[in-house]
Structure formats: structure tokens, C-alpha cells
């Protein structure tokens, strides 16, 4: 049960993407899409039909920041049922009765935990109800620490963050960053959390080397590739052990 977040280049600051995202979107309630209904926007609609399927949910204001959520779920009475695929952030939101609910630009997807239904309380239920009412990403965050997350880089140096529970950030190359900012998000929890170094072609950790910084953050690097390194802020090298490591 975990949730995959995948990072592109506008999101590869993870912290301040989050952020930014969040105080530069406005929420017009949202809206369900289906090929057979079209768009279907008004609240007593949606209550009078729980037996409509969807294929998206939407959320944002035309040309700004949107969310978009697909898959093939029912709405009733403030439960989604069904199945999720993805959940998308991004910039240049629109909808079209025809078309659905789109971006323009794609910049952080979250392939989405398949059992959520089955969670109680369902957060991400009551992630789309935050997006919707308070446009916040507070209860998606409590969505992220419930299911876990593996988070995975882009190619290039990146600042990560994990969430409350257990987190495995995936390194593909650059001299990354575990960091935490603000509510909802946390650093590299030690017995929590994971680091899959197997792209580096590590097998154990006699090819891992790793040591406090100036600020007393843990380096992480290797000999196999002397441009790589992770910096785990707010934790020292003396507490990292094999455990931590997902190795090739």
C-alpha cells in the first residue's frame, strides 16, 4: 500500500514547489467528468446520481493552477468509491464537456494507492474534499503519510520531502536533498524511511560512503560515481546503517 510520487523538472524542489503550487491555486469547487454525463458541476446533481460514474475530478481556475484526478470512481454523499489512477499537479488548468478536465502543463503525478478505498478514515477522499472546500493539501499530505510514498527523482539535483509515514526516496542521479517544510512534510525519518541507491549500481554498503557536513547533516555519496550524493538535513551519519539502504 503506497503511493508513487513522480517529480518532473518544475517540481524537482519539491518544498517549494508544494508551497507555491498551493498559494497560487483558487478553487471553483471542482467538477466530474465522464465521456457518457460530460462535465457535471453542481452539488445537488452529483447527490441526486451517486450511480453516475467518472473517469476525472478537476479542480482550478481556468489557465492557473489545477488538479486532476482520474480513474473510474462514483461521488456520494461526500464518498468516492471505485478506483483511482493518478492525481496530477500542475499549471494551465481547463475542462471541456466533451474533452474533460485537463492541464496544460504536468509538474508532480501521484500514481495513486490502489486500496484507498478500503482505508478508514479515506484520506484521499478527504483530500479532494480539502482541494475543494479550503483548497488546501492538508488532508492529501495525511493521504501521503497513511499509505507511504516512494518518491522518485528526476535526473537532476533535486530538494526532496517525505510525509508522516514511511517514505523511500529513489535516486537516479544529482546531488540530491531530504529536507522538511512545513506542516504535513517531514525529512528523513530514520527507521521509518528508506534510500534506494540501486541506480548508483550499489549492492552494500562497502560501496557507500557517508559523513557529517559543516551544518552536521548526513553526505551520502559513492565511489561509483563521484557525482551523486544525498544530503539528509537534520540528521547525522552516526544513526545510518545498512537498514537504510535499497541496494541493486
Do not use: C, R
Request: proline content about 2%; overall charge negative; aromatic content about 12%.
Amino acid at each position: 500500500m503506497t503511493a508513487t510520487i513522480q517529480l518532473t523538472s518544475a517540481s524537482s524542489n519539491m518544498a517549494d514547489f508544494l508551497t507555491n503550487w498551493a498559494s497560487g491555486f483558487s478553487t471553483t469547487y471542482g467538477t466530474f467528468w465522464s465521456a457518457d454525463e460530460g462535465l457535471v458541476s453542481d452539488p445537488g446533481e452529483i447527490a441526486l446520481h451517486p450511480e453516475y460514474e467518472y473517469a476525472q475530478w478537476g479542480n482550478g481556475g481556468s489557465g492557473g493552477n489545477g488538479v486532476v484526478l482520474n480513474g473510474d470512481f462514483q461521488y456520494s454523499q461526500g464518498n468516492l468509491t471505485g478506483t483511482t489512477s493518478t492525481l496530477e499537479l500542475g499549471s494551465g488548468y481547463s475542462q471541456d464537456e466533451t474533452g474533460g478536465v485537463s492541464l496544460g502543463q504536468t509538474d508532480l503525478t501521484i500514481v495513486t494507492d490502489p486500496a484507498f478505498t478500503t482505508a478508514s478514515p479515506d484520506y484521499l477522499d478527504l483530500a479532494v474534499y480539502d482541494l475543494t472546500v479550503n483548497g488546501s493539501l492538508g488532508n492529501l499530505y495525511d493521504y501521503l503519510a497513511a499509505t507511504g510514498t516512494v518518491i522518485e527523482d528526476t535526473v537532476a539535483s533535486d530538494t526532496l520531502v517525505g510525509f508522516g509515514g514511511a517514505d523511500t526516496f529513489v535516486f537516479s542521479g544529482g546531488t540530491d536533498k531530504v529536507t522538511s517544510n512545513g506542516t504535513g512534510t517531514a525529512g528523513y525519518q530514520d527507521g521509518t524511511d528508506t534510500l534506494d541507491v540501486s541506480a548508483w549500481g550499489a549492492t552494500s554498503t562497502s560501496d557507500l560512503y557517508w559523513y557529517d557536513d559543516i551544518n552536521g547533516d548526513a553526505v551520502i555519496g559513492t565511489a561509483l560515481d563521484y557525482s551523486v550524493s544525498i544530503t539528509l538535513e537534520g540528521v547525522s551519519s552516526s544513526v545510518l546503517d545498512a537498514t537504510d539502504f535499497l541496494f541493486a
